[in-house]
């Protein structure tokens, strides 16, 4: 499967523990977002990275959240000291260049689900 | 800042009847239309998207939209929903830089059989 791959799928952690998220883009894909989706509502912005640049940081993702992209291929979202408002669905997407300056529609991964308790 | 919205928050239709779905956007400049669905328990696929040209687009499964900028909108339509089309449906911008996607808060259709 050459789709954009997320894991953990699910995570169940506990209030004020850290945990960390993984996505492996598509592999020519230079841009990689981060959103947030909680039940019955669209995704929201976290972040997104240009190869390994973040470019943008939503004012959702608080100074407990942050978001690497080392080597511009696959990209960690960390949050510390988790609370209970966190418990949402974690969407990872990527998209390229269409080759006329623009870019492609994103393609999402499953998203990793994260309980905390 | 760019905004989506979109009309129902939950349509319910009977199978064979016609679908239409509301969305408007509020970013002025040069945007581009996405519609994504999302079926119980699966990810984000994307349904159609508007670059430029044509205003009605045609997507997968038999589902198009109409771009109208003067209204600011990308209405999505369907002639005839089958059960098989009960998901959650988002309408998404960018614009033409590239940047984020942001979407609307999605629109639940259930189709009964």
């Known amino acids: 499967d050459t789709g954009v791959s997320q894991n953990p799928r699910h995570k169940i952690t506990k209030r004020g523990q850290n945990v960390t998220f993984r996505c492996d883009p598509i592999s020519e894909h230079n841009r990689l977002y981060w959103y947030r989706q909680t039940l019955g509502q669209g995704p929201e912005f976290l972040t997104y990275f240009q190869n390994e640049a973040q470019l943008e940081k939503s004012r959702l993702l608080s100074d407990r959240f942050s978001a690497e992209r080392p080597k511009g291929s696959f990209s960690t979202l960390e949050i510390q000291r988790t609370e209970q408002g966190d418990s949402a669905m974690y969407l990872c997407a990527s998209s390229s260049t269409a080759g006329t300056g623009t870019y492609t529609e994103a393609f999402f991964g499953q998203g990793t689900r994260l309980t905390v308790v | 800042a760019q905004s989506v919205s979109q009309h129902n928050h939950h349509v319910i239709l009977s199978e064979a009847a016609s679908l239409e779905l509301g969305c408007n956007y509020s970013?002025?400049?040069?945007?581009?239309l996405f519609w994504y669905v999302q079926y119980p328990g699966q990810h984000l696929q994307l349904l159609l998207k508007?670059?430029?040209?044509?205003?009605l687009v045609k997507g997968i499964k038999g589902f198009e939209a109409e771009f109208i900028k003067s209204k600011f909108s990308f209405n999505l339509r369907k002639p005839s929903v089958q059960w098989s089309d009960t998901a959650e449906y988002f309408c998404?911008?960018?614009?033409?830089?590239?940047?984020?996607?942001?979407f609307g808060p999605g629109t639940r259709l259930s189709v009964l059989p």
């Open positions: 970013y002025g400049g040069t945007v581009n």
């Open positions: 998404a911008v960018n614009h033409n830089y590239g940047q984020n996607f942001v």
């Open positions: 508007y670059f430029s040209g044509d205003p």
